[in-house]
C-alpha cells in the first residue's frame, strides 16, 4: 500500500514539474515588471519637488463644489487633505505626490495601465478621460463611486459620492483645483 502511495506521489511530482519553464517565464516576468507608462519620468520629477505646506494645501482646497458647500474645516495630515460636501454628500482626497510621498501618483497610474480590472455585479471598474484627465472609477453597484486621477502630474485627487461616475464629476468642478 505504502508503495502505491509513494508511486501516485511521484507520478504527481513529474507532472507538475512539466509546468515548471511556465512557472520560471511568470516569474521572471514578475521580477522584472515594466514601469507604466509616463511612471518613471513623473517619479524622477516628483522626488525633486517640495511638497506644498498644511497652509498651502488648505488655502488651495476648495470651499464649495457647484452648489455643494464644505460642511467642516478639511482635515490635513501630512501632504493629504480630506474634505465633505454638501452634508458628506461627496468628499475631496487631495494628496501632494511631491517628495517621498511619490508613490501615491504612481498608484494612480498603475491603476490606468492595469487591464485586469474584471467586473463583478457589485462593482464595475471605468477607465474614461473627462475635460482631457485620464480618470479611474471603482462604481459600487447601488451604492458609491470612488474616482481616481492625477491632476497636474502630481496631486492624486480621489472623490468620492453615493452616486454614479459621470454624475460625480459633473459634481466636480476642475476649475477648484486650479490653485493648486
Same mark, same amino acid.
Given at each position: 500500500?505504502?508503495?502505491?502511495?509513494?508511486?501516485?506521489?511521484? &507520478?504527481?511530482?513529474?507532472?507538475?514539474?512539466? *509546468?515548471?519553464?511556465?512557472?520560471?517565464?511568470?516569474?521572471? @516576468? &514578475?521580477s522584472?515588471?515594466?514601469?507604466?507608462?509616463?511612471? @518613471?519620468?513623473?517619479? $524622477?520629477?516628483?522626488?525633486?519637488?517640495?511638497?506644498?505646506?498644511?497652509?498651502?494645501?488648505?488655502?488651495?482646497?476648495?470651499?464649495q463644489? +457647484?452648489?455643494?458647500?464644505?460642511?467642516?474645516?478639511?482635515?490635513?495630515?501630512?501632504q493629504?487633505?480630506?474634505?465633505?460636501?454638501? $452634508?458628506?454628500?461627496?468628499?475631496?482626497t487631495?494628496s501632494?505626490?511631491?517628495?517621498?510621498? +511619490?508613490?501615491?501618483?504612481?498608484?494612480?497610474?498603475?491603476?490606468?495601465?492595469?487591464?485586469?480590472?474584471? !467586473?463583478?455585479?457589485?462593482?464595475?471598474?471605468?477607465?474614461?478621460?473627462?475635460?482631457?484627465?485620464?480618470t479611474?472609477?471603482?462604481? +459600487?453597484? $447601488? @451604492?458609491?463611486?470612488?474616482?481616481?486621477?492625477?491632476?497636474?502630474?502630481?496631486?492624486?485627487?480621489?472623490? &468620492? $459620492? *453615493? &452616486?454614479?461616475? !459621470?454624475?460625480?464629476? *459633473?459634481?466636480?468642478?476642475?476649475?477648484?483645483l486650479?490653485?493648486?
Open positions: 500500500m505504502k508503495k502505491l502511495v509513494y508511486a501516485i506521489f511521484f &507520478m504527481v511530482l513529474l507532472g507538475a514539474c512539466k *509546468e515548471t519553464p511556465n512557472v520560471e517565464n511568470a516569474t521572471e @516576468s &514578475m522584472n515588471p515594466q514601469p507604466a507608462v509616463g511612471e @518613471s519620468s513623473i517619479k $524622477g520629477n516628483l522626488q525633486n519637488l517640495t511638497p506644498l505646506t498644511s497652509e498651502e494645501l488648505e488655502a488651495a482646497f476648495p470651499k463644489l +457647484y452648489d455643494l458647500k464644505l460642511d467642516k474645516a478639511p482635515f490635513i495630515n501630512n493629504t487633505i480630506v474634505g465633505h460636501f454638501g $452634508g458628506r454628500k461627496i468628499t475631496l487631495i501632494d505626490a511631491a517628495g517621498e510621498n +511619490y508613490r501615491s501618483a504612481t498608484y494612480i497610474l498603475d491603476a490606468l495601465n492595469d487591464n485586469g480590472f474584471v !467586473d463583478t455585479h457589485e462593482t464595475k471598474y471605468i477607465k474614461k478621460v473627462r475635460k482631457g484627465i485620464p479611474f472609477a471603482r462604481y +459600487y453597484v $447601488g @451604492s458609491h463611486t470612488e474616482l481616481d486621477f492625477l491632476y497636474k502630474d502630481r496631486f492624486q485627487i480621489k472623490l &468620492m $459620492g *453615493e &452616486m454614479e461616475p !459621470d454624475a460625480l464629476w *459633473e459634481a466636480f468642478d476642475i476649475n477648484e486650479k490653485r493648486l
